[in-house]
């Protein structure tokens, strides 16, 4: 079965501090892999795609197919990184999210 | 620019009542998609269309239907509301399968009593 684990449902950091959001997947074949985003009263939203390989607001993915993670870094943590995260590998129709990993940035 | 749109925002439903959330999108996206979002379980699959006309289950789809007679149009229907139906539910949308991006909705809360 397609799976995607994110081990930390909650995080905290102190700002300034770097961040790592951990993702990994079992996914036959070569999924697309996605960050989303969902901010306080916001829209769940797109945060970056491995296939564009930019940074997005500091944050930077790396792909691992050897060890099948797609972990979410930021060097230094703002306050305005607090929100909920999303890993999604997506391959053909499947459009599975994981369960999503709650950063919270302390001032 | 709407995007994305949901309604209604709020509800709460009776045990054994039906009710159709409402989804529709303006960006001629061919993909739509229902998800429940429920605390400590982040996104669960219901339903996906790829098309008009086309609609397929995802992970949980049990007690729920859906249909896709337009491209902008796909609402999600409960029939016989049960307490595990409540949750937050978010429609989406994206201009193909995998590999774009999805595009969400602002969520509709449902509780049911």
């Known amino acids: 079965a397609q799976r995607v684990t994110q081990p930390e449902k909650l995080l905290s950091v102190f700002k300034g501090a770097p961040v790592e959001l951990k993702c990994n997947y079992s996914?036959?074949?070569?999924?697309?892999l996605f960050w989303y985003v969902q901010y306080s009263r916001q829209r769940l939203q797109l945060l970056l795609r491995h296939i564009s390989r930019e940074s997005i607001k500091g944050f930077t993915a790396d792909l691992n197919k050897g060890e099948t993670s797609f972990h979410l870094k930021k060097p230094f943590a703002q306050e305005e990184d607090s929100a909920m995260y999303y890993c999604a590998p997506h391959t053909g129709n499947q459009f599975y999210f994981g369960t999503g990993t709650s950063l919270t940035v302390i001032p | 620019n709407a995007g994305v749109t949901q309604t209604p925002k709020f509800r709460i439903l009776k045990i054994g009542q039906s009710m159709t959330l409402q989804c529709a999108q303006d960006m001629n996206h061919n993909y739509m998609y229902w998800y429940r979002q429920d605390p400590g379980m982040g996104l669960k699959l219901i339903y996906y269309?790829?098309?008009?006309?086309?609609?397929d289950k995802g992970e949980v789809p049990n007690g729920y239907n859906v249909s896709r007679s337009t491209t902008e149009d796909f609402p999600l229907r409960l029939e016989l509301a049960a307490p595990s139906q409540t949750s937050v539910y978010f429609c989406a949308s994206s201009q193909q399968g995998s590999g774009n991006t999805i595009y969400f909705g602002e969520g509709s809360w449902l509780t049911v009593v």
């Open positions: 996914y036959s074949g070569s999924p697309e």
């Open positions: 269309s790829v098309g008009a006309g086309i609609t």
